[in-house]
């Protein structure tokens, strides 16, 4: 936005979003494989949810979407929000790490994937 | 032809504001539900279930949330042909869209408590036809989520670019991008939690 404000804070709320959901993906992937790691996930969703054992493993990946979301937005906000950004690139990142943060939370696709 | 004082003065005294309209409407409205909440036997309307006046509210958002987000990605989708004339009413309704997929969010937690406990809809459908649960609800859980931080973000860069977004084709399509993907996510989980709903409800 070459007139007005950079564009880079836009950038940098797109892909934060995306990895926030990408994140949860994984780790839902990861719980799929591992009954270890599903617990732990569990534990780390009662942290901070109320009744978060009533939930189970989903509080945890509730969790880490938010980290992983927040986090990234904060990192990329500070690095991208005073640049001028070719959007064509970041663009095609989003709507990837979407479809694979789609992928990773569709049961025949883990199935797939973990070879289940 | 310019109005007189005197024409202008009578126009306003006929045409009641905006503002008027929509408190008369709202007090209407709330004296109407007052007299239904003590009238009315509402709670067989919810049900019997411990959770149900928290089913009702996540049903009640997840409801408005279609209706407003569906509205809100149209207007996304004008915004992303460079066609948008009502920019201030996306700016609204991109905020208003958020606070709804937040509160469906939290009242969804809440009653996925009683779907997952014991004798709850998940265990039945595990014992009955566990694909409802592994591969319906379970999408359906995550893609429920997928709309709140595109919102956010959506809402965020609407704000803070205004105007500038409209001249900004780039980035203007990829907001509609984003619209249409949180559109997507809120119509799926919709229609997945109403239809497995309709098999067995909390």
Excluded: C
Excluded at chain 1, 31 to 38: G, K, Q, R, V
Excluded at chain 2, 103 to 129: C, D, H, M, Q
């Amino acid at each position: 936005m070459s007139a007005g404000k950079p564009n880079g804070a836009a950038v940098a709320a797109f892909l934060s979003a995306m990895i926030g959901l990408l994140t949860m993906g994984m780790v839902h992937t990861g719980t799929a494989a591992s009954s270890s790691f599903s617990a732990w996930v569990l534990s780390v969703g009662k942290l901070w949810i109320p009744n978060a054992q009533g939930i189970g493993p989903y509080s945890g990946k509730e969790t880490f979407l938010l980290v992983g979301w927040i986090l990234s937005w904060a990192v990329l906000h500070m690095l991208l929000r005073k640049r001028e950004v070719k959007l064509a690139f970041p663009v095609v990142v989003f709507v990837v790490g979407m479809a694979l943060a789609t992928l990773l939370v569709y049961t025949p696709f883990i199935d797939f994937i973990l070879g289940k | 032809m310019e109005k007189t004082p005197a024409e202008s003065k009578n126009e306003k005294a006929a045409d009641p504001s905006p503002l008027v309209t929509v408190v008369t409407w709202g007090a209407v409205s709330l004296f109407l539900l007052i007299v239904a909440l003590f009238s009315a036997p509402i709670s067989l309307l919810l049900g019997g279930s411990q959770l149900a006046a928290i089913s009702a509210a996540h049903g009640l958002f997840a409801t408005l949330g279609v209706v407003v987000g569906t509205t809100t990605s149209y207007l996304g989708y004008r915004l992303f042909t460079g066609k948008i004339k009502a920019f201030s009413d996306l700016k609204v309704l991109s905020a208003i869209s958020t606070f709804i997929a937040a509160a469906t969010i939290v009242f969804g937690n809440w009653i996925y408590i009683s779907y997952r406990a014991a004798g709850g809809p998940r265990a039945f459908f595990l014992e009955n036809n566990p694909e409802i649960h592994e591969i319906f609800f379970e999408f359906k859980e995550f893609i429920a989520l997928f709309p709140l931080p595109l919102a956010v973000a959506a809402t965020y860069v609407i704000w803070r670019y205004g105007d500038q977004l409209i001249e900004n084709r780039a980035l203007r399509t990829w907001v509609g991008i984003v619209f249409a993907v949180a559109w997507g996510g809120l119509m799926i989980a919709y229609l997945l939690g109403a239809g497995i709903t309709k098999l067995r409800s909390v």
